[in-house]
Nanobody, 123 residues
Framework: QVQLVESGGGLVQAGGSLRLSCAAS????????MGWFRQAPGKEREFVAV????????AYADSVKGRFTLSRDNTKNTVYLQMNSLKPEDTAVYYCAADNTARPLLSLGYDYWGQGTQVTVSS
């Protein structure tokens, strides 16, 4: 089992920045990709970003490309989502996810999920 705990959410004005963290514990040696998803009220959960085990490859949703940066510190079993130039439409609950099955980079299948952290961007 892998446990994921997100932190760093909050309220920020449009144009501001936040950094989300996702700390993994448990069988972390089995974790391959780490991803972030978000869900706004009344909407489906959507992919935000993903990073490979080594941190050498990342991919982003078009809506966040150029504004969000995903990084990973395997010594701390933590991934970081740096979010800059935030917009009101970025408001959502952000979820961290872990894949321990070595799926392709852009696969939407994940094995473990965190509880989520709220990000609210005011206009």
């Amino acid at each position: 089992q892998v446990q994921l705990v997100e932190s760093g959410g909050g309220l920020v004005q449009a144009g501001g920045s936040l950094r989300l963290s996702c700390a993994a514990s448990g069988r972390t040696f089995s974790v391959y990709r780490m991803g972030w998803f978000r869900q706004a009220p009344g909407k489906e959960r959507e992919f935000v970003a993903v990073i490979t085990r080594s941190g050498g490859f990342t991919a982003y949703a078009d809506s966040v490309k150029g504004r969000f940066t995903l990084s990973r510190d395997n010594t701390k079993n933590t991934v970081y989502l740096q979010m800059n130039s935030l917009k009101p439409e970025d408001t959502a609950v952000y979820y961290c996810a872990a894949d321990n099955t070595a799926r392709p980079l852009l696969s939407l299948g994940y094995d473990y999920w965190g509880q989520g952290t709220q990000v609210t961007v005011s206009s």
